[in-house]
């Protein structure tokens, strides 16, 4: 069978009826515990009635301190399993599969910062928030690599189909990995294999406790898009570690999302920034250069494009997340013969104190 957005693809004992995933969409409707709403429950089953491949969820926390931003999904107690369970069920009777998020925020967040212990690889400021978190020691990195594994094994018994690392977005993770937010003189610092270890790490802990055949996939950026910083080469000898480290699929974004469309055009790190899939030229070099599938995200709405893309390159599935806030059932309109690109402008006015909704074409959910 010839590649298309609309064919099957698997990844270890995951299999997602077609290559369209909704990337992780923080929905700020969970309560103040991470415990989710009924609003947020009925959000995930209109994706899944409309055929989406692979839906992940919003970035769930793993830790009960920490949270980047109001009304996120816990993921730090057993407690949620149940509700998981209730929502994965319900989910996998429409045939999409389905993953959750795992994340430790850090500095990147402006939100209640002053009641909090907010962790840091070193004592750098975020460059937009400004805020300065507490150096972790090694004790502090090795209770970090527990709380990812307990929090993905807790996924896997939730019925989820995968679970996803949060390695991208200048959080904590991919602070470790940045030059810039990264001045350790420790084993967890300084060039990148050290740099890496922390993920490392992680990914080995998480698969002793969820077994060979179950996938751990991770979101990376291509390149932290600053001077100083991440580079493309970097980021592209990262994923090949993950490969040694055992990743089963690497989805590739890029830092600045929210403000690409405006630099679509603009050359940086010897790729282009493009309109209609911004981080693709980056995320095709990485899927040809590595044996494991590669999703990329951002910009993505016209499924001709997406198919030309496919066409060319290694790359194994698409990644949406406001094409979704303004049309959930994009992917049921494109299969039933509607291939015109989704409506979204990609202007970002999708953030409320209300919850995240498309405030263009869209009421808030009630
Ligand atoms: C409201 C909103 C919430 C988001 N929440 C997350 C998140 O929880 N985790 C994550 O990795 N990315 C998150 N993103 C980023 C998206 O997954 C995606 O990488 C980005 O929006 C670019 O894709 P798009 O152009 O298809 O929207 C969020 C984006 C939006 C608009
Ligand atoms: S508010 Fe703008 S970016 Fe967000 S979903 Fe609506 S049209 Fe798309």
């Given at each position: 069978m010839s590649r298309s957005i609309f064919t099957p693809v698997q990844i270890k004992s995951m299999v997602c009826p077609n290559r369209i995933l909704r990337s992780a969409t923080w929905e700020a409707l969970s309560d103040k515990d991470g415990f989710m709403s009924k609003k947020q429950f009925d959000i995930y089953c209109e994706l899944a009635e409309n055929n989406i491949g692979l839906i992940c969820t919003g970035y769930a926390r793993i830790s009960r301190d920490e949270y980047p931003n109001a009304g996120m999904m816990g993921?730090?107690?057993?407690?949620f399993i149940p509700q998981y369970k209730e929502l994965t069920d319900k989910v996998h009777t429409f045939g999409s599969s389905v993953m959750m998020q795992i994340a430790y925020g850090g500095t990147k967040t402006t939100y209640e910062t002053d009641n909090r212990v907010i962790f840091a690889p070193s004592d750098v400021p975020e460059k937009s928030t400004g805020l300065v978190g507490i150096t972790m020691t090694v004790l502090d990195i090795k209770d970090m690599i527990e709380k990812y594994a307990s929090a993905a094994e807790r996924v896997k018994k939730s019925g989820f189909d995968a679970v996803e690392i949060h390695?991208?977005?200048?959080y904590l993770l991919n602070q470790f990995l940045s030059p810039y937010y990264n001045n350790r003189a420790?084993?967890?610092?300084?060039n990148l294999e050290n740099r890496y270890r922390i993920v490392d790490e992680i990914i080995k802990a998480i698969r002793q406790r969820v077994g060979e055949e179950y996938p751990i996939l991770i979101k990376v950026t291509?390149?932290?898009?600053?001077?100083?910083?991440?580079t493309f080469n970097e980021s592209l000898s990262i994923c090949r570690m993950l490969v040694q480290s055992g990743i089963d699929a690497i989805e590739v974004s890029g830092n600045i999302h929210g403000k690409a469309q405006k630099m679509a055009g603009q050359e940086f790190d010897g790729h282009k920034i493009l309109?209609?899939?911004?981080f693709y030229e980056y995320a095709k070099e990485i899927a040809d250069a590595i044996s494991i599938p590669v999703y990329v995200t951002g910009g993505f709405s016209d499924p001709a494009l997406m198919e030309k893309y496919m066409g060319e390159s290694a790359i194994a599935g698409f990644g949406m997340s406001r094409p979704f806030l303004c049309e959930p059932n994009l992917v049921s309109r494109w299969m039933a013969g509607d291939l015109s690109a989704s409506k979204c402008l990609h202007c970002s006015r999708c953030r409320t104190p209300k919850g995240n909704y498309c405030t263009v074409f869209r009421k808030p959910v009630v």
């Open positions: 993921i730090y107690d057993d407690c390695g991208g977005h200048s420790d084993e967890y610092g300084g291509c390149s932290d898009f600053f001077e100083n910083g991440l309109k209609g899939g911004y």
